[in-house]
């Protein structure tokens, strides 16, 4: 839960998932990482896309479809957002979901 709450950046709540994570960009960086992690009971492929400032999410799509991203708040740094989990939650039409998250 650690790893999945605080560097992969999502949070499972009741009717959506919180997304805002803070993931290291440059050469060294983590682009590209993907991840295979159980969301509402589903099984999800999440795959990052990881800018120059590596958080504050600018899209995300499931399964190839953007969702509507309602935005978080903090004073310190762009915001994660919220996305509704209704898709989330029902079977994937194959072996999983994907979940593309692209940061700032």
Do not use: F
């Not at 504050?56 to 708040?73: C, D, M, Q, T, W």
């Not at 898709?87 to 999983?96: C, M, N, T, V």
Request: charged fraction near 20%; glycine fraction near 12%; hydrophobic fraction near 40%.
């Amino acid at each position: 839960r650690l790893v999945v709450q605080q560097l992969l950046g999502l949070q499972q709540r009741h009717d959506q998932l919180g997304i805002d994570p803070v993931l290291p960009a440059g050469p060294q960086g983590l682009d590209g990482l993907e991840v295979q992690i159980e969301l509402y009971g589903q099984p999800v492929a999440v795959r990052y896309r990881v800018g120059k400032l590596g958080h504050g999410p600018l899209a995300v799509r499931l399964n190839g479809v953007a969702l509507a991203l309602v935005p978080g708040s903090n004073r310190y740094r762009r915001a994660g957002v919220w996305v509704d989990n209704a898709a989330l939650a029902r079977p994937p039409d194959g072996d999983h979901h994907l979940l593309e998250i692209t940061l700032a």
